[in-house]
C-alpha cells in the first residue's frame, strides 16, 4: 500500500464515513478500528493537517477535558500534552505500542483507556471517542464529510437507521445537514441502514 497524501486522504474521509455511517452491534469495535487506522495508517504529511490548539479547546473535539486524568511530565520537564497534536502523538505512540485497554461492559466496548510511562492517563468513552475519530479523520482527509452531494440514488440520514430513494417525501424531512448520499443499496446495508417502508428503496 502505497502511503502518500491522496491515499492518506481517502482513507481519512473512508474512517469518517464509516463512523458516521454505521449503526448495529459492532458499533463500539467498528469505532475503534477506525481510530486505530486514523492513529497508525496517515503518514506524517497528514499529521500537519491535525492544528497545534491548546488543550483548552479540547471539548471542540469532542473531548471531555475530564477524560484526561494526567498529563504527565515530558523528560524535558515540560508538561504535556500540551497541544492537539501533541495529544494525538501520545496516542498514537500508547497504540504502538499496545499501553491502552479497552474497557467493557456486558460485551460492549464502553471506552478506552490509554497510560504512558510520563504518567499520562485518559479514559475516553466511546461518545467521546467518536467525535474524536470523526474531528479527526475530517482533518487528515482534508475535507468535511462528504455529505449529500445531490447525486446519488438514495439518501440516508447520520442520525437514523432508514435510508430512502432520492425521490421519497421522507428525505425532505432530513435536515440537509445531516443528509448522506448513498450510491448503492448494498453500501447503505453495509453501513447499518435499513430501508425505508414508505419509499422500498
Ligand atoms: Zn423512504
Redesign the pocket.
Known sequence: MKNNGRFDRTFANRMNELVRLYRGPHEGSNLFTCLLGLLLVPGEEAWSRVPEEPLSILHRWGINRRSIRKIGTCPCGNEHPRTLRHLVEILRNAITERRFDLLHANGTLTGLEFKDASGFHAVFKTADLRRLVEKLSEHVGGSRARGDTGDTDFVASWQRE????RS????RRIRRRNRLGVATRREAIRAGHRP??????
Open positions: 432508514p435510508f430512502h430513494r421519497c417525501k421522507w428525505v425505508c417502508k414508505t419509499c422500498r428503496p
